[in-house]
Nanobody
Framework: QVQLVESGGGLVQPGGSLRLSCTASGRIFSINAMGWYRQAPGKQRELVASITSRGNTNYADSVKGRFTISGDIDKNTVYLQMNSLKPEDTAVYLC?????????????????WGQGTQVTVSS
């Protein structure tokens, strides 16, 4: 099947930076878009940033100017560079992929999630 593996989370002081990576593997035919969501305790999951296969990006207002999403299509990998981190950025960050997978002779569009990586911004 398909797996998403995230890396790069951790503890950082306010104003610091982190870079998250997410790689999709498996029987992938094509990727339509990948993105990062986050979920803090007691809050709903929210979109942080996304990028399409054409390179179009979308950001939450709260991260514009601080976070940058980029993708390496050949490696099925998406990155999230996070700068000027704030305590309110603390959350579990989850990678999402909207892709088409191969199943025998069929091509099936599906939505996949990674297990999440913790980002904690604290002094």
């Amino acid at each position: 099947q398909v797996q998403l593996v995230e890396s790069g989370g951790g503890l950082v002081q306010p104003g610091g930076s982190l870079r998250l990576s997410c790689t999709a593997s498996g029987r992938i035919f094509s990727i339509n878009a990948m993105g990062w969501y986050r979920q803090a305790p007691g809050k709903q999951r929210e979109l942080v940033a996304s990028i399409t296969s054409r390179g179009n990006t979308n950001y939450a207002d709260s991260v514009k100017g601080r976070f940058t999403i980029s993708g390496d299509i050949d490696k099925n990998t998406v990155y999230l560079q996070m700068n000027s981190l704030k305590p309110e950025d603390t959350a579990v960050y989850l990678c999402n992929a909207d892709l088409v997978r191969s199943s025998g002779y069929r091509k099936i569009r599906d939505d996949y999630w990674g297990q999440g990586t913790q980002v904690t911004v604290s002094s």
